[in-house]
């Protein structure tokens, strides 16, 4: 498993703005897809966006599309998840996790290494 770091999250106001980034420790990225996961406070986690490290196919959830972006930077092998018009719904712990699959994905058990997660809260 690769270790997975976040990192970027932090306080904003409702309609702000915020980017987060996911880079492995160690070893680079593989051949397979990468996702943003979010877990608030008394609620299970999920899927945020999806993205495969080759040929940048994306994949969103309802609830985020057309506010946040995910993407990949392959020489810098860092995904990254721009997101904007943040609303307090948004608030959650955020993770970056790595697919076992090379396609993208919603579903949380096709994916193998989890980052720690990082805190994003949007205020009023």
């Known amino acids: 498993q690769v270790q997975l770091v976040e990192s970027g999250g932090g306080l904003v106001q409702a309609g702000g703005s915020l980017r987060l980034s996911c880079a492995p420790s160690g070893s680079p990225f593989s051949r397979f897809a990468m996702g943003w996961f979010r877990q608030a406070p008394g609620k299970e986690r999920e899927f945020v966006a999806s993205?495969?490290?080759?040929?940048?196919?994306?994949l969103y959830a309802d609830s985020v599309k057309g506010r946040f972006t995910i993407s990949r930077d392959i020489a810098k092998n860092t995904v990254y998840l721009q997101m904007n018009s943040l609303k307090l719904e948004d608030t959650a712990v955020y993770y970056c996790?790595?697919?076992?699959?090379?396609?993208?994905?919603?579903?949380?058990?096709?994916?193998?290494?989890w980052g720690q997660g990082t805190q994003v809260t949007v205020s009023s």
């Open positions: 996790a790595a697919s076992r699959r090379t396609q993208v994905t919603r579903t949380e058990g096709d994916f193998g290494s």
């Open positions: 993205i495969t490290w080759i040929g940048g196919s994306t």
